[in-house]
């Protein structure tokens, strides 16, 4: 799953020890709770060539001059950083930008900013017609972009630049990127069965946790069942049968902060954070034995991968890295965003959503003879239409950063800009995927918002690096595992509402998502 900034709830408990505390190794015993059969109606979509260049189509709206600047050096950036991260907030920053330029376009300084990134300066674009610019690789070019206007160090992935700091244009690009088609293709029929009983464990934890005090973390079930399911669906490895044992989500929220700590706000005193992780690098050497056990369990666990690898040009080293990398930054990382997203938005819909989703998910599963398929879960519409829209409302991808190619005409609803070749252009998802011009309600969960009729609105859901409607190719950034991501969200509602009539939760804040606790789960009446 890619992403360009990835929320891990553990993060500021990671940055104040580095010590992962000892916790008693439960039980490996396997659970399920009704027969499985894993089918594929859908096949991968086949890779197509790289994009060419196409010229610039004139606009009809008037060029207007991009508002906004950056200010004094180090002032400017400074003063951006500070209401970013704790004067206004994230959200509030951008809102008011918007009112004082009178314009979703702007010019601003984005977060690190100085001692870590020279050049803060970007283009921003907050609404829904200017945002696709940035995955369109004929306009923009991705190269070390990943986390934006600052990269981390190479030292953090074995001295590899991995897949996602790629530009489609480099020749590694695309034989790395076949690489996690073959991880997909090859595994799909382990997904579904491994998924449930991955998250059969996590709600027996939340129900024990519930009976014992009353409330239960998501998060950290949610954790440990996310490491656990991607580990045993794509390398069928149980990490608890390896000397890894239950220290893989721990290992990840070290090593991540390490690579994001300079655009997350962890909590910590303000000046403090800012003068710390905000301001200069944390040292890969501090993580370097934290990250070689994550290597270690993945190269032993991915011989068939990295002979694959090898058969594309790939050496086995780099292939590791690229594979450790996907699964616990981009897959995992965005579990433990979404699941707990998904979580809230269904929570705060309320028992009427609920009945209607465990009705229709319950009657489908029933005439499959109990089984969870593919092709049953095309079925559930409602069950669809609330992944998508979870997906819309609060996208896994909040930021996203290309560079302009060549001089450019970008327009927003209300204008043309010229962008000059070189520019930094930079945007915040949700604000283009909550756009009150493309989507009524915009800012309200509506759970049948992509049924019927309301598919075409699909093309305006844009977390995966392009349109929900496109497919992921070599040529393109769109993320290879797209198809995965929607798949194992259905799941999780499937399972969800197979067991549970109804349930509430609490709501609380993590670096970039949700910390959500279960307070209470009913068990299924019918």
Not at 73 to 85: Q, V
Not at 190 to 196: K, L, R, S, T, Y
Not at 458 to 475: D, F, I, R
């Amino acid at each position: 799953m890619a992403s360009s900034s990835l929320a891990f709830p553990s993060l500021q408990t990671q940055f104040q020890s580095l010590k992962k505390p000892s916790s008693p190794k439960p039980s490996t015993r396997r659970f399920s709770v009704r027969p499985i059969r894993a089918s594929i109606s859908e096949k991968p979509s086949v890779p197509g060539p790289p994009a060419t260049v196409s010229p610039s189509e004139p606009t009809k709206l008037p060029i207007r001059k991009i508002p906004g600047d950056h200010g004094l050096p180090l002032i400017g950036p400074f003063k951006d950083r500070m209401d970013y991260f704790y004067n206004q907030g994230r959200d509030e920053y951008f809102k008011s930008k918007i009112q004082k330029y009178q314009s979703t376009v702007f010019r601003a300084n984005m977060p690190p900013g100085p001692f870590i990134a020279p050049n803060p300066h970007v283009v921003v674009l907050l609404d829904g017609k200017s945002f696709p610019v940035l995955f369109d690789v004929t306009k923009v070019e991705k190269k070390d972009l990943f986390t934006g206007t600052f990269m981390p160090s190479t030292e953090l992935t074995g001295g590899y630049r991995v897949l996602s700091y790629l530009d489609p244009s480099e020749p590694k690009h695309a034989k790395l990127k076949q690489l996690m088609f073959y991880l997909l293709k090859s595994r799909r029929d382990h997904v579904i069965p491994e998924f449930n009983a991955s998250y059969t464990e996590l709600f027996m934890s939340l129900e024990k946790n519930l009976a014992l005090g009353g409330k239960a973390s998501f998060g950290e079930a949610n954790d440990q069942a996310a490491f656990n399911f991607l580990a045993r669906s794509w390398f069928g490895t149980d990490p608890a049968e390896t000397t890894l044992g239950l220290d893989g989500p721990g290992l990840v929220s070290k090593w991540v902060l390490f690579n994001l700590g300079p655009v997350l706000k962890l909590g910590l005193p303000k000046y403090l954070e800012d003068l710390t992780v905000h301001s200069f690098r944390l040292p890969p050497s501090l993580i370097k034995k934290s990250y070689q056990r994550l290597y270690d369990f993945f190269y032993a666990s991915s011989g068939f991968l990295l002979d694959e690898a090898e058969n594309l040009g790939i050496s086995r080293e780099e292939a590791c890295h690229n594979l450790l990398f996907t699964t616990c930054f981009n897959s995992f990382g965005g579990m433990r965003i979404l699941f707990p997203n998904m979580m809230k938005w269904l929570g705060r819909a309320g028992t009427k959503l609920h009945a209607r989703l465990a009705e229709e998910i319950r009657s489908v599963v029933r005439s499959n003879d109990g089984s969870i398929t593919m092709r049953g879960m095309e079925e559930m519409p409602l069950m669809k239409s609330v992944v998508y829209e979870a997906l819309r409302i609060e996208p896994p991808v909040s930021l996203q950063f290309g560079r302009a190619k060549r001089d450019l005409i970008i327009e927003s609803h209300d204008a043309a800009f010229e962008v000059k070749e070189g520019e930094m252009l930079f945007g915040f998802q949700p604000f283009a995927t909550k756009d009150p011009k493309i989507f009524t309600q915009a800012e309200e969960f509506v759970a049948d918002r992509f049924i019927g009729e309301g598919e075409k609105m699909l093309e305006h859901v844009l977390w995966s690096n392009g349109p929900e409607t496109e497919k992921p190719t070599l040529g393109n950034k769109q993320c290879a595992g797209k198809d995965f991501v929607v798949l194992v969200s259905r799941l999780f509602v499937v399972e969800l509402f197979l067991r549970y009539d109804s349930f509430q939760i609490e709501v609380g804040t993590s670096p970039l998502g949700a910390a959500v606790t279960v307070t209470s789960l009913k068990r299924a009446s019918f």
